[in-house]
Nanobody, 122 residues
Framework: QVQLVESGGGLVQAGGSLRLSCAAT????????MAWYRQAPGKQRELVAS???????KHVDSVKGRFTISGDNAKNTVYLQMNSLKPEDTAVYYC????????????????WGQGTQVTVSS
């Protein structure tokens, strides 16, 4: 059983900061990719930032210079530092990870967190 547990969402004023955390727990053999997605009301889920086990990161253009993804491979944890938040960043943020479990070796599965609400007031 694998779980992704997110924390750190909340309500903040425009220009403020939040830090999201996502910890993967359970029967994990290996993780090669972790990412943050977000979904605003009435919109499709979009990839915000990603982090590979090799340390490569990517950020969507709309958050470049404001958000930073980082990871701790030893803790199976990924973070999203969000600065200079804007009302348009309001969404439910989801953590995702591609994981090999100890029960099914040799195959990668995509796991999702339950989501954490981020609300930015103007």
């Amino acid at each position: 059983q694998v779980q992704l547990v997110e924390s750190g969402g909340g309500l903040v004023q425009a220009g403020g900061s939040l830090r999201l955390s996502c910890a993967a727990t359970g029967s994990i053999f290996s993780i090669n990719f972790m990412a943050w997605y977000r979904q605003a009301p009435g919109k499709q889920r979009e990839l915000v930032a990603s982090f590979t086990s090799g340390g490569s990161t990517k950020h969507v253009d709309s958050v470049k210079g404001r958000f930073t993804i980082s990871g701790d491979n030893a803790k199976n944890t990924v973070y999203l530092q969000m600065n200079s938040l804007k009302p348009e960043d309001t969404a439910v943020y989801y953590c995702a990870a591609d994981i090999q479990t100890t029960q099914v070796m040799g195959r990668w599965f995509r796991f999702w967190g339950q989501g954490t609400q981020v609300t930015v007031s103007s």
